[in-house]
């Protein structure tokens, strides 16, 4: 049996795993580089591997990270089953085609401006078209806690990892030369307490473990203080005259703020004359599609929707798609939410609603979920003082606010519980972290436990005893 790593290899994007075992080779999640200053270049790099030879594509989440590069995949050679939730199928397909629009609009921009100067066409990674083809290769899918056989030597079984709706770590179960050996894969790992999704499932105990370390060094605040400072930087921005400006991930965290807004509102802390907007597409169909999938939510959420009620939908919430309507808000001057993409402020309309706020001192930026380095939310989170959106220096003025207790990551204790249910594991492999901060820290604590802990660097292969 051999493992290599090809993403997320003392970097917290590109998760893209390859387990050779029972006569498969089983690629466990392949996503995009995100945030760094070379990514564009690693996206578009070689995998590490043949795509062609890969039987099959275990997806554990629908974030870009982890599935973005499913269609390059397929465009340069795979032809395998592609196995996940219902909820991440579903999901994947959303955030891939507006990967592609993104990327296809981009190239086009690229190739204006080149041909200017006389030069070639620029293509994009892929295009809607590569999506729709790789669509095709999803086959059967994972039930929570269900085995699902490969072949005859190898067993799958997919559990919830409590990070997005649909999200699972996953468990493989080889036998090759006589030697059966488990390996988990955690995926994303969520944090466990929050409104909307119900939690992790424990893994079992196992020979080998794939562990993400995103939170590694730290511990999230207390989930109900962190929505009381939520709710109270908002009412106080509102007292100003200001609007609240929360870039935002379409999945997830997006609904649970939505939630929070909604109950807070039915609480009276907050004003029903508040204007609150998702100026996301994707989060708008995000949202859509989380109203399909109930059994992957909390007892509370999952008896609402069933009930038929709309826990993600507070009194007057607008749900924007047009650009024309984006355009719009900035016409606003105060008393508005404006929850919009990307959470990095890598792209996307929220880009747009910083340069129209964040220079004005009634304003309010709140952050809730991580920003990676490299990025304009890293940026502003640190404490620069000037940011440039669209060629323009900006000053930022505005108050900014990150709350960490709303992060879909579990933390550093909550990781250690976690891997603790996995018994002494021949070998934990620490991935999806800041090298120097989340995966070294959890590295030095699990040593100290006796435990054998590895770190393994872009596209390094291991034998598994």
Same mark, same amino acid.
């Given at each position: 049996m051999r493992l290599s790593f090809h993403g997320a290899a003392q970097n917290v994007t590109g998760s893209c795993h390859l387990l050779q075992a029972g006569g498969l080779r089983i690629l466990i999640d392949c996503g995009m580089f995100q945030g760094a200053r070379h990514a564009d270049e690693e996206n578009a790099g070689p995998f590490g591997f043949d795509p062609a030879e890969v039987d099959f594509l275990l997806l554990t989440h629908?974030?870009?990270?982890?599935?973005?590069?499913?269609?390059?995949?397929?465009?340069?050679?795979?032809t395998g089953e592609i196995i996940t939730t219902a909820a991440t199928r579903d999901l994947a397909k959303l955030i891939m085609m507006d990967s592609a629009h993104i990327q296809e609009e981009d190239a086009a921009r690229a190739t204006r401006r080149r041909r200017r100067g006389g030069a070639n066409e620029i293509r994009p990674l892929y295009d809607q078209i590569d999506v729709l083809t790789a669509l095709d290769n999803f086959g059967r899918n994972a039930r929570y806690d269900n085995d699902i056989p490969l072949n005859d030597a190898v067993t799958v079984r997919f559990i919830n990892a409590g990070h997005i709706l649909g999200s699972a770590s996953v468990i493989v179960e080889a036998v090759e030369d006589g030697v059966a050996?488990?390996?988990?894969?955690?995926?994303?790992?969520? *944090?466990?307490?929050?409104?909307?999704? #119900?939690? +992790?499932?424990?893994?079992?105990?196992?020979?080998? !473990? /794939?562990?993400? &370390?995103?939170?590694?060094?730290?511990?999230?605040?207390?989930?109900?203080? *962190?929505?009381?400072?939520?709710?109270? #930087?908002? +009412?106080?921005?509102?007292?100003?005259?200001?609007? !609240? /400006?929360?870039? &935002?991930?379409?999945?997830?965290?997006?609904?649970?703020?939505?939630?929070?807004?909604?109950?807070?509102?039915k609480r009276k802390e907050l004003s029903a004359s508040l204007l609150v907007f998702l100026d996301s597409p994707m989060a708008v169909s995000a949202t859509?599609?989380?109203?399909?999938?109930?059994?992957?939510?909390?007892?509370?959420?999952?008896?609402?929707?069933?009930?038929?009620?709309?826990?993600?939908?507070?009194?007057?919430?607008?749900?924007?798609?047009?650009?024309?309507d984006s355009m719009a808000i900035n016409r606003i001057r105060g008393g508005a939410v404006i929850m919009a993409g990307s959470g990095m402020c890598t792209g996307g309309r929220v880009r747009h609603h910083l340069k129209h706020n964040i220079w004005r001192t009634e304003c309010s930026v709140i952050f809730v979920g991580f920003a990676a380095k490299g990025t304009l939310a890293r940026q502003i989170v640190d404490g620069a003082k000037h940011i440039r959106i669209f060629g323009e220096d900006i000053q930022v003025k505005a108050e900014i606010h990150t709350i960490n207790g709303f992060s879909a990551h579990a933390d550093q204790r909550e990781l250690f519980y976690w891997v603790s249910k996995t018994g002494k594991p021949k070998k934990i492999f620490l991935v999806h972290g800041d090298y120097d901060k989340g995966m070294t820290t959890m590295q030095k604590e699990l040593e100290k436990k006796g435990l054998r802990v590895e770190c393994p660097t872009l596209h390094a292969a291991v034998d598994l005893a």
């Open positions: 629908a974030h870009l990270d982890h599935c973005g590069r499913i269609p390059l995949l397929v465009k340069r050679g795979f050996r488990r390996i988990v894969f955690s995926g994303d790992l969520g *944090s466990p307490g929050h409104a909307v999704l #119900a939690n +992790a499932t424990p893994p079992p105990e196992c020979d080998y !473990v /794939v562990m993400e &370390t995103t939170y590694g060094d730290r511990m999230h605040r207390d989930l109900a203080a *962190s929505v009381t400072e939520f709710i109270d #930087a908002i +009412a106080a921005t509102h007292a100003r005259g200001g609007n !609240v /400006v929360i870039p &935002t991930f379409a999945m997830e965290r997006t609904q649970e703020i939505l939630f929070h807004l909604k109950e807070a509102i859509e599609i989380f109203r399909r999938h109930a059994d992957g939510f909390s007892d509370e959420v999952r008896d609402a929707m069933l009930a038929g009620k709309r826990p993600f939908h507070p009194p007057g919430v607008r749900f924007t798609r047009e650009a024309a």
